[in-house]
């Protein structure tokens, strides 16, 4: 029986260790969503590191025996591993080049010795469960090298490789040392996906200028192999965020917070701590629009949530203190007794307060400066169900790709950012309806699962068209 294997660097599942015991949370995240059906298949697994650290072997066979009832197997890293594979060469090298802040990369030989023996580490754990027939599908930038490894190991799998982060023009790509490496590790596989067709023209440019491969129509011809390489916009669980926004959970806390905030209207913003997402810049447009609208003032408040990530790169905790900074500037000068012009939340949100912030806001600011799709995008349009609200979204968002409904702005025109959110704040009912309804319809079609089997059938597909070429 052929069996599918998943790989990406975080199980869906999160481990922890308490003062008595080890805990085993699965994760909310919207790829363990949309591969669940897949991965917990009879016989199926999903490869990856359970994010903590092992004390010593009985812990690990605890951990592998746990996570095997579940379809999962780990891949243990050491902390001088994650130090220099993961906030190294992942966050710190491949993260800034390929969102467009190459001054934040660094190129470090330590850090890319440790990537190759970490994909090295997973190429290990795959075979030890793969077999020729297999299907393995990898997922994202931590493991570029590895669909080369196991080719090399496994010349008959059928391999997959979905980057869920931009793919950058070659004049990124170029800086970096280990360039061609990295396009011959990705090129390992059967089917490379992208969420746009601007991100898989960029892959194609780079590797025709670096490696000299031709291309046409999606299919890249190397030596030996013919690879497919197509765009997959990732949706979301789309019935999960209508029904957590209909939830009595999510319409109570939404009533707590519009008493609270004396029916203040909201503008939202949602991010992990990441300079790619534009928080900085979309604070500054906020002061902007009370500066040259003060009718606004006392009448609209920001609610933003930053959700806690990667602090241990220098660049985060620098951004960290940036937005303390505005934020308690602006709040400083502009609030009054009775309004704070901006709630700033560090920390995540259960997932029905989530919605109830999304049910609250009637205007939702996705500004990233880059981002591979962002799905907060998505879930704003989904927890609308009476189909008012008004979503801002960068042009640089791959989701600006398909939700060309939103109003869509240039992330550093901070002008044209304060003018889209007080647009957004006096557009007529009739058209936020008409917007939104467009975009919930697209959403809800090409949903996670949409996703799943659009890249699975492609893929399988891709084995097939290798197959008769290889007897033609
Ligand atoms: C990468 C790419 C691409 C956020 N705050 C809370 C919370 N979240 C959830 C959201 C959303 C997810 O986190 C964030 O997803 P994004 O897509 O916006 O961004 P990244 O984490 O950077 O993801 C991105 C994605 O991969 C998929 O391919 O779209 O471009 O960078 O689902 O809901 N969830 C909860 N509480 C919070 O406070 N429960």
């Known amino acids: 029986m052929s069996r599918t294997i998943i790989v990406s660097n975080r199980l869906p599942t999160k481990v922890q260790r308490t003062a008595e015991s080890l805990t085993f949370q699965p994760s909310e995240g919207g790829l363990a969503t949309g591969l669940g059906s897949i991965y917990r298949q009879e016989g199926n697994v999903w490869v990856g590191w359970p994010g903590l650290f092992v004390e010593d072997e009985a812990e690990e066979q605890h951990i592998e025996q746990e996570l095997s009832a579940d379809s999962m197997a780990p891949v243990f890293l050491t902390e001088a591993e994650i130090r220099d594979f993961y906030e190294g060469f992942s966050n710190s090298t491949l993260w800034p080049t390929f969102h467009y802040f190459p001054q934040y990369a660094t190129y470090e030989q330590a850090h890319w010795d440790a990537y190759v023996a970490v994909n090295e580490k997973f190429c290990r754990a795959v075979l030890e469960l793969a077999g020729p027939e ?21 010349p008959e799998c059928t391999i997959g490789f979905f980057l869920h982060i931009p793919f950058p023009s070659y004049e990124l790509i170029r800086a970096l040392p280990w360039r061609s490496e990295l396009l011959r590790g990705m090129l390992g596989a059967d089917l490379i996906g992208f969420h746009t067709f601007g991100y898989m023209r960029h892959f194609l440019s780079a590797t025709s200028q670096l490696l000299g491969h031709s291309s046409q129509n999606g299919q890249i011809e190397t030596p030996n192999r013919t690879v497919l390489v197509d765009a997959f916009p990732m949706g979301i669980d789309y019935g999960r965020f209508v029904a957590a926004a209909a939830s009595e959970q999510a319409q109570q806390h939404e009533a707590e917070y519009r008493e609270a905030l004396r029916d203040t209207r909201i503008i939202l913003s949602i991010d992990r701590l990441d300079y790619s997402k534009g928080i900085a810049e979309r604070l500054r447009a906020f002061e902007v629009l009370i500066q040259r609208y003060p009718e606004w003032r006392e009448q609209v408040s920001l609610i933003m949530v930053v959700v806690p990530s990667r602090d241990q790169v220098a660049q985060y905790a620098a951004l960290k203190e940036e937005i303390d900074e505005i934020v308690g500037r602006i709040n400083a000068q502009y609030r009054t007794i009775s309004w704070t012009p901006i709630h700033y939340f560090y920390r995540s949100f259960p997932l029905e307060e989530l919605a109830s912030l999304y049910r609250l806001a009637e205007v939702a600011l996705v500004t990233p400066m880059r981002d591979g799709m962002n799905l907060v995008a998505k879930e704003f349009v989904a ?37 889209a959110m007080h647009d957004a704040l006096v557009m007529p009912e009739e058209e936020q309806v008409h917007r939104m309804t467009a975009m919930q319809a697209l959403v809800r079609q090409y949903d996670v699962f949409a996703w799943t089997k659009l890249f699975m059938d492609r893929l399988a597909y891709s084995k097939i068209k290798q197959l008769t070429l290889a007897t033609e």
């Open 134 to 154: 297999d299907t393995i599908w990898v997922h994202d930038y931590q493991l570029l090298l590895l669909p080369e490894m196991l080719r090399n190991a496994r």
């Open 383 to 419: 927890s609308k169900a009476d189909g008012k609200g008004v979503l801002i979204l960068s042009e640089r968002a791959g989701a600006a790709r398909e939700l060309s409904d939103a109003l869509i702005i240039n992330p550093t025109d901070t002008a044209q950012l304060a003018e």
